[in-house]
Every structure is written in structure tokens, then in C-alpha cells.
């Protein structure tokens, strides 16, 4: 059984930073994608970033590009998230997929198998 656990969410100031992290336990990754999702009150789930385990690509949303950085280590995932606005509150999701991407945008949440609890990111202005 596949657990992903998140932290580091919490409250910041508009322009400052957190670390996200999202530890994965109960199996080894070498295939698929593994990525950050958001979601905030009355909307749809987000895509935010990812990455592809085979190659290392990284894929971000315009909304992100430029502020977020998605990165791993073992099976630990985390985003450096700057200059944070406060339209990116949000509960922040990670994932994980196992099945192949192709021909199919990472950014879809159906693809992916696993899920954590979620942390919570708030940005006052």
C-alpha cells in the first residue's frame, strides 16, 4: 500500500516562502510521474507541478512557472514554493502515478493512483 504524507504547509506573508514535502512510503518509484495538485475552496483541483520519474522532466502550470520549484530525493518530493501570492491558498495535494504518461497531459488528475491528506497553504495579502 502506497502512503504519500504532506507537510510544511502553514501561513506566510504575500512575497515570502515555504517548502512543501511529500514523503512516500510502501513502494520504490522508477516509472510514472509524481506531482503537486492544488485545490482552494469552491474550485476545482489544480495542477501545479510535476515530474517524470524515467526522465526527470519537469512540468509546471503558467500560473506557477517561474516562482514554484518541483524537486526529489529518494522518495521524498518537495516544491519550493516563492513569491507566493495570495491567490495560491490552497490545499496543496501530492501525487503520485505509476502507468505511463504518454499521450496523456501530466497535468491530469485521473492519472494519477495515489494521493495524500493534503496540507494547507494560506497567503495573506
Known amino acids: 500500500q502506497v502512503q504519500l504524507v504532506e507537510s510544511g504547509g502553514g501561513l506566510v506573508q504575500a512575497g515570502g516562502s515555504l517548502r512543501l514535502s511529500c514523503a512516500a512510503s510502501g513502494r520504490t518509484f522508477s516509472s510514472g510521474a509524481m506531482g503537486w495538485f492544488r485545490q482552494a475552496p469552491g474550485k476545482e483541483r489544480q495542477f501545479a507541478a510535476a515530474?517524470?520519474?524515467?526522465?526527470?522532466d519537469t512540468y509546471y502550470a503558467d500560473s506557477v512557472k517561474g516562482r514554484f520549484t518541483i524537486s526529489n530525493a529518494k522518495n521524498t518530493m518537495y516544491l519550493q514554493m516563492n513569491s507566493l501570492k495570495p491567490e495560491d491558498s490552497a490545499v496543496y495535494y501530492c501525487a503520485a502515478g505509476s502507468s505511463d504518461f504518454t499521450g496523456y497531459p501530466i497535468s491530469m488528475p485521473n492519472r494519477y493512483d495515489y494521493w495524500g491528506q493534503g496540507t494547507q497553504v494560506t497567503v495573506s495579502s
Open positions: 515530474f517524470k520519474w524515467r526522465t526527470g
